[in-house]
């Protein structure tokens, strides 16, 4: 899943900031970190209730809470990381080409790999919301031997989203060049004023 993170920043490097006008490095720096800490909370939640006596009354166990908690964070983070980026999305024409006419052909090749990263990133979103319903019932709970649904819910997203973003690489999806120019302040003072909008240039 931490791919995705550092995908997203180079799809808002290229599209621009966005309506929330956020570095696209803070993407990778922030939800990386938030990953990790979600990953080691529900690897020590795992390990406690390794040694830990099952609950036979439907409650869950200290280690399972703990699971949950760490689960609980990976949705809050990538729920966030999702709203954030469909804040680079929508404001460009990469998935409204009625609204701001028709992109090139690279830009048709990026804004397919971005309804594949949208389409990963609600599955897992799925699937570790499922992983928190089924930890919740306890070792007995009803969803815990349902092997169709886990095989539904949380295999099948983690497979295909996996699969899509390699058949998708962003290697060959996501453009090597800026979609606008970044020019100097000094530049942007000489640059002609007709057809200029201030969307299309990055200042630094």
Avoid: C
């Amino acid at each position: 899943m931490a791919p995705i993170f550092p995908t997203a920043a180079h799809v808002a490097e290229y599209l621009g900031r966005g309506v929330f006008n956020i570095d696209p490095k803070l993407y990778f720096r922030v939800f990386i970190a938030s990953d990790i800490i979600a990953l080691t909370v529900q690897t020590g939640g795992g390990g406690i209730s390794f040694g830990e006596k099952p609950v036979t009354d439907g409650g869950i166990t200290l280690g399972q809470g703990i699971v949950i908690g760490g689960l609980i964070i990976q949705v809050i983070s990538l729920s966030i990381f999702f709203t954030l980026f469909m804040g680079v999305i929508w404001p460009s024409n990469i998935i409204r080409p009625k609204t701001f006419g028709e992109p090139n052909e690279k830009e048709k090749r990026l804004r397919t790999f971005v309804i594949v990263l949208l389409v990963a990133i609600l599955l897992i979103i799925g699937r570790s919301a499922f992983r928190v319903a089924e930890y919740s019932e306890g070792f007995f709970g009803s969803l815990v031997h349902d092997e169709v649904l886990f095989i539904i819910f949380d295999g099948f997203p983690i497979a295909i989203a996996s699969t899509i973003m390699v058949i998708f690489h962003p290697m060959r999806m996501i453009p090597t060049t800026p979609r606008f120019p970044t020019v100097t302040s000094e530049e942007l003072i000489h640059m002609p004023y007709e057809g200029l909008r201030s969307d299309d240039i990055t200042r630094v």
